[in-house]
């Protein structure tokens, strides 16, 4: 083991699933002492990297080596054994243990001794009686990156590690990154933001379908050229919205790039313009003092209120796990709140099943794509009319397959999706595309006077993002009110006319993103700041404790 | 009176016994996410092998070891069906059953012949001097076999050793809650639950042997007359906890014994409904009537790394 | 307070499999394959078990043959075997389409012919067969129907695994049916003698099933109803919405409720209907000869329903041809014991050894619970 060994050094890695090839000769060298940053679109092959590193994934052919030694793990034992520690992008606890079990699951000797020493030396301090159910998915990834560190890994490898986490929580994660790095570790950091990268890497290799598309010091590459690297057409070819979504830009956008000015890319013309015929005002969808009590009787909504109009689009910023899940639970019908109203143009709503919703005209797309948003296993077709199954009758009883393929082949033409025509299944479509059935079969309820979404654009490339923000313009323009829950500040705030932060189960705001200030303001309403007198000062204090404390050494570099 | 409850508690403790075996193991497979339907036919497996050997031998210890020999090569199968090769549990535990009811209807013909096989060489209570002259405790507790104060010591050593609170039995929970997330941990699923599985095999083999040796000197076809399936219900009755399901096993074991004791205390209770009750009492248990119950999330499915 | 180490990860049980699998997938994967494969290994295995038994092979497969289609009387009771079998596998496939395993065939067996006899022994002796035979049937159904029932609810309502619930409803029906036959206040015939079994008298000549092979055939109309449920299943899951709505409960409840489908009703739905099945098949047992209701009656075919059930995977044409062929073999190795001397027992072991072949060769394709 030479001093200068790389901490990993990959080359000609390759995998394919079936004919699809995840991985394309791919190669690597993380320097140790370096946070080497894996950047690439969603589906470019980063997660697969990953499980290959950390033995959840056997290579067709390639090379691993790790500080010099040859490294073939056959399961994540042998990673661990190796002086790996993985955090991967859906979370590994066990949700009924608690998270001290969870900890001493890895069969780690002084246990105590290392739990000290994490919380001494990155400020982490997990709630080892609390059952990770319980959890909140900030305070679980807060967990998870605990129990990498206990393993006192010589390389640590984070898969998109800061999408639910808010600014001050990714700031300490990326302090993290940058004090292993400084003891003599290596960290490879996989974002699809380039921010992040910018901030706390040494380093980048850029992922495109599969195969290396460039990389090298980090110094040497600034955002105009990671960009080309990574979709493959000029930064300049971006609007601001779509910039957001990778970390692009981390100031605000320009104003008027907003939704109601911006000309979104491929936007009808009507976007933007003030139509006579179209809806206005207040009271398309309305919550009034609408309460969820969780099990152990704190409120995942408080007693909030909301109201939306017609033709507006509203954003909810936030740290995830203040209660966005729960609003949009209570907005699809699968929550029923323990207190308040909730009324679509007027109607009450509040305990209506999912399918008097869709009746009244309230679109919702879920969070959770491939287990609320679509059946995977079923065609494209079935999963555009399964609510509707009544209009493609024959001799009364049998389903007319053959009227309903035909109708989803004009949906599938109108929406711009690509597949397999209407009989592919749905799992046989790529994300983005997916999100376009969805978005296209909640969208054709007529009338929709509300569409509700949440996280819209996650896992998207940046082609699907821009559709689905011009179709959320579009519908929008006709008069629908719109909700959009997500995590990316940058898109709430091209999007949206008005930005309220989801804080413990309260919706602190409204934020005009057209004000210059708006990112900042946003930022600080997510830790707490301006919350109603009273327990404000309660939260903002115990917003400080839980956030990790601020390290010594850690300025941001850039 | 007291003679009755003696007896009373004798027989439940008797008929618990095999069950204690049995479902100390299957709690373990359980917990890490198999279900063993077939109990049943390893207990009749090791009844069978046990009888068969302590014939051959002349030895009843012999005939114990060839029981326990019997029930773990049945599970190392059943374990390679359902670990290794993913088939479906449900399929395999039934299917084994009827397996080894007609392996050894078959072989007990070869084995036994027409000759009353009632000479086998078996084990005889060993009293507890002193203790056995507890009232209704005595006649229940420090009156077994060598083969029965095992069974109590295995029941116990599992349910201790295995404990939320023990490193192993954490790893096992974790493994039959969410195997991918023990897999990223470093846990060995499959072999633990090879081992589990394994560990069921022998235990019910004790059991059976327990049945053959212990309690009629004998093998005869069916002879578990399901035991067995009453073992894994003890598991679903405790709750996938340990002492539940002891405390379960001994309570079937009573309500059996109450079949025979009911004439001498004059009540007048249908066989068939005492027979009846356990299950009744596990339908309740699950079905969240009496506090929360929840089985290991991955109960039946089975592990396949990078799905 | 560290906890113990385990043992290192055994290599031997993970990586075997992984070696073997690529070559031998494709080879053990194609059905024609697999099946003729556990046939021939099978049969040797049958092969060994008749040699035991000191019989010569040419004998067992006279024998065995004469038992599955020898005469009128060994087809037409092959066929009511079978007949049953289909019912419940039926049943067991529509649920499954659901996302439910219904293990509690049996039990609903169970509870079927237990309403069965019930309501037929409570007919008049002279009911006419058009009132009598409906009327049995349908309480078969809805005794069955309302013992899956019971699962179904405490899935919707308190998430209770229908795997387990249903198991332990089995034994449950299997013990109701012996209280009731051996109670003279319920079902059991009057006692005369000490050699009165305990089973309920002969259901009235009107609630018995009608034959439909003939004089010399016991074929029943259970053998007319099992083909067309089998049929009409099969075409409203392939056909019609409700089959559409059951497969997309059955694959994602989460996203089929988002989409307005009534998701317990359609889980309560599936369940219920594998019960009536499995109960209009316990109502056939009870009124085809001897026409009583006696412990034990169910013997196992509940669990033998479902075994072909799950083997058949989803087809309902897969469905008819492992009912004919369990039901076949099941009648010719009563014949191999009574006619060449072989144990009843080695059909059972060939018949679990098929079943245990076909279950190991599956591993390659994928399931349908699959979790992402």
């Known amino acids: 083991m030479s001093a200068t060994a790389p901490a990993l050094e990959i080359s000609g890695l390759t995998k394919s699933f079936g004919t699809m090839r995840a991985l394309d000769d791919v190669r690597l060298v993380v320097e140790a002492g370096t946070v080497h940053c894996v950047l690439g679109e969603n589906g470019a092959g980063k997660s697969t990297l990953c499980h290959v590193v950390g033995g959840s994934l056997v290579p067709d052919k390639g090379v691993l080596r790790l500080y010099g030694t040859p490294y073939a793990p056959r399961r994540p034992a042998d990673a661990l054994a190796a002086g790996i520690a993985m955090v991967h992008q859906h979370f590994s606890l066990v949700p009924t243990l608690t998270v001290g079990e969870n900890l001493r699951l890895l069969r780690l000797r002084d246990l105590p001794r290392r739990v000290a020493r994490v919380r001494e030396e990155y400020g982490l301090e997990p709630d080892l009686d609390a059952r990770v159910s319980d959890l909140p998915v900030g305070v679980r990834q807060r967990v998870e990156i605990v129990k990498a560190l206990l393993r006192e890994p010589r390389l640590l490898v984070l898969d998109e590690p800061t999408g639910v986490l808010g600014p001050a929580e990714t700031d300490a994660l990326l302090a993290t990154c940058r004090r292993i790095a400084a003891a003599g570790h290596a960290v490879v950091l996989v974002t699809h933001k380039l921010g992040e990268a910018a901030r706390a890497g040494d380093a980048a290799t850029v992922l495109r379908a599969g195969r290396v598309a460039g990389g090298g010091p980090l110094a040497e590459l600034p955002p105009e050229r990671l960009v080309p690297l990574m979709i493959g057409r000029p930064a300049a070819s971006l609007d601001a919205g779509l910039a957001g979504t990778i970390g692009l830009t981390e100031d605000r956008p320009s104003p008027g790039a907003g939704a109601s000015a911006g000309p979104g890319t491929g936007a009808s013309p009507e976007t933007g313009t003030s139509g006579a015929e179209r809806r206005r005002g207040p009271g398309a969808l309305r919550l009034s003092d609408v309460g969820v009590r969780r099990a152990d009787g704190s409120y995942a909504l408080d007693r909030t209120s909301l109201d939306v109009g017609f033709g507006e689009i509203v954003g909810i910023a936030g740290v995830e796990g203040n209660g966005q899940s729960e609003l949009m639970a209570l907005l699809g019908g699968a929550l029923a709140p323990d207190t308040g109203r909730v009324e679509l143009a007027g109607r009450d709503i509040t305990r209506a099943a999912p399918r008097e919703r869709t009746r009244a005209g309230l679109g919702v797309v879920p969070e959770d794509r491939h287990r609320e948003g679509c059946v995977p296993q079923l065609p494209v077709a079935e999963n555009l009319f399964l609510g509707r199954l009544d209009r493609f009758r024959r001799y009364g009883v049998f389903l007319d397959r053959r009227a309903m393929n035909h109708a989803a082949d004009a949906v599938l033409t109108g929406h711009g999706i690509r597949s397999g025509g209407p009989g592919a299944l749905m799992s046989s479509l790529s994300g983005g595309n997916q999100q376009k059935v969805v978005l296209a079969r909640e969208l054709a309820l007529d009338p929709l006077v509300c569409l509700a979404a949440a996280q819209p654009t996650r896992g998207l490339d940046i082609g699907a993002v821009g559709a689905v923000h011009s179709r959320i313009r579009q519908a929008s323009a006709k008069g629908t009110a719109v909700l959009v829950v997500s995590s990316e500040l940058s898109e709430l705030l091209v999007l949206c006319d008005r930005i309220v932060v989801a804080y413990r189960g309260k919706l602190l705001g409204p934020v005009d993103p057209s004000q210059p200030d708006a990112r900042e303001r946003i930022g600080a309403l997510m830790l707490g700041a301006d919350h109603p007198a009273g327990s404000g000062t309660e939260g903002a204090g115990r917003a400080a404790a839980t956030a990790p404390r601020p390290v010594p050494g850690d300025a941001p570099r850039h | ?307 | ?372």
Not at chain 2, 23 to 39: C, P
Not at chain 2, 61 to 88: C, E, I, M, N
Not at chain 2, 158 to 174: E, I, M, P, Y
Not at chain 2, 269 to 292: D, F, K, N, Q, W
């Open chain 3, 1 to 372: 307070m560290p906890p113990p180490p385990l043992p290192p990860s055994a290599p031997a049980p993970s990586s075997a499999p992984r070696a073997a699998l690529p070559r031998l997938a494709p080879l053990l994967g194609h059905p024609v394959s697999v099946g003729l494969l556990a046939v021939v290994l099978a049969g040797t295995a049958g092969l060994g078990l008749v040699l035991g038994a000191g019989t010569t092979p040419a004998t067992a497969w006279n024998a065995l043959a004469e038992g599955m289609f020898g005469s009128p009387y060994a087809i037409g009771s092959s066929l009511n075997s079978a007949a049953v079998l289909a019912l419940i596998a039926t049943g067991f496939t529509a649920a499954h389409r659901a996302g439910l395993v219904n293990v509690g065939g049996e039990g609903q067996l169970c509870a079927g012919g237990l309403a069965a006899a019930a309501v037929g022994l409570a007919l008049p002796a002279g009911v006419p067969a058009v009132l009598g035979v409906p009327l049995v049937l349908v309480a078969g159904f809805a005794a069955g129907a309302a013992w899956a029932g019971i699962a179904a609810r405490l899935r919707t309502r308190r998430g209770t695994s229908e795997v387990i619930t249903t198991l332990l409803l089995n034994f449950i029906g299997v013990g109701l049916v012996s209280v009731a036959v051996h109670e003279e206040a319920l079902l059991r015939q009057p006692v005369t003698s000490s050699e009165t079994l305990p089973q309920s008298a002969p259901l009235p000549e009107g609630a018995r099933l009608p034959l439909i092979g003939g004089i010399e055939s016991p074929a029943t109309a259970i053998v007319v109803i099992a083909a067309l449920a089998a049929v009409i299943t099969g075409v409203v899951l392939r056909r019609t919405a409700v089959g559409l709505r059951l497969r997309s409960v059955g694959h994602s409840p989460a996203a089929s409720a988002r989409l307005g489908l009534p998701v317990a009703r359609l889980e309560t739905g599936g369940l219920a209907f594998a019960g009536g099945a499995a109960g209009v098949a316990g109502a056939g047992l009870v009124a085809m000869a001897p026409s009583v209701l006696a412990e034990h009656f169910s013997s196992g075919y509940g669990f033998s329903g479902l075994v072909v059930g799950l083997l058949a995977r989803g087809s309902l044409t897969a469905v008819a041809a492992v009912s004919l062929l369990f039901g076949f073999l099941t009648n010719g190795g009563i014949n191999l014991q009574l006619a060449a001397g072989v144990p009843a027992s080695s059909v059972q072991i060939v018949q679990s050894l098929l079943v245990l072949f076909v279950a190991a060769a599956m591993f390659a394709t994928t399931r349908n619970r699959s979790t992402s």
């Open chain 2, 1 to 307: 009176m007291s003679a009755v409850l003696d007896e009373l508690a004798a027989g439940g403790v008797r008929l618990a016994i095999p069950l204690l075996l049995a479902s100390s193991g299957e709690l373990l497979s359980e917990r890490a996410g198999v279900l063993n339907l077939s109990v049943e036919g390893m207990m009749l497996t090791g009844a069978f092998a046990g009888a068969a050997g302590a014939l051959a031998s002349g030895s009843a210890g012999v005939g114990v070891l060839t029981a326990l020999a019997a029930g773990l090569l049945f599970a190392a199968l059943q374990a390679l069906l359902s670990v290794v090769l993913r088939a479906d549990q449900i399929v395999t535990g039934i299917t084994a059953n009827a397996l080894a009811l007609g392996a050894t209807t078959y072989g007990s013909r070869l084995v036994f012949g027409d000759a009353s096989a009632d000479s086998v060489p078996g084990f005889d209570p060993i009293p507890v001097p002193g203790l056995h002259r507890i009232p209704v405790l005595g006649p229940a507790l420090f009156e077994q076999t060598a083969l029965g104060y095992a069974a109590f010591a295995v029941a116990a050593a599992l349910a201790l050793g295995f404990s939320r609170r023990t490193g192993w039995g954490l790893a096992v929970d974790a493994i039959g809650e969410d195997a991918t997330t023990a897999d990223r941990c470093g846990l060995p699923v499959r072999a633990v639950r090879f081992a589990a599985v394994l560990l069921t095999g022998a235990v019910s083999g004790l059991a059976g042997a327990q049945l053959a040796l212990s309690e009629v000197h004998a093998f005869s076809d069916n002879i578990t007359g399901g035991i067995g399936h009453l073992a894994v219900v003890a598991v679903i009755a405790g709750r996938w906890l340990a002492w539940p399901t002891i405390l379960a096993c001994l309570f079937f074991g009573v309500a059996q014994s109450l079949q025979f004791a009911a004439p001498a205390l004059g009540l007048h209770v249908s066989a068939p409904l005492l027979t009846t009750l356990p299950y009744v009492v596990a339908l309740l248990a699950v079905s969240g009537l009496v506090g929360r119950s929840r089985a290991p999330s991955g109960l039946t499915v089975p592990f396949l790394r990078g799905s």
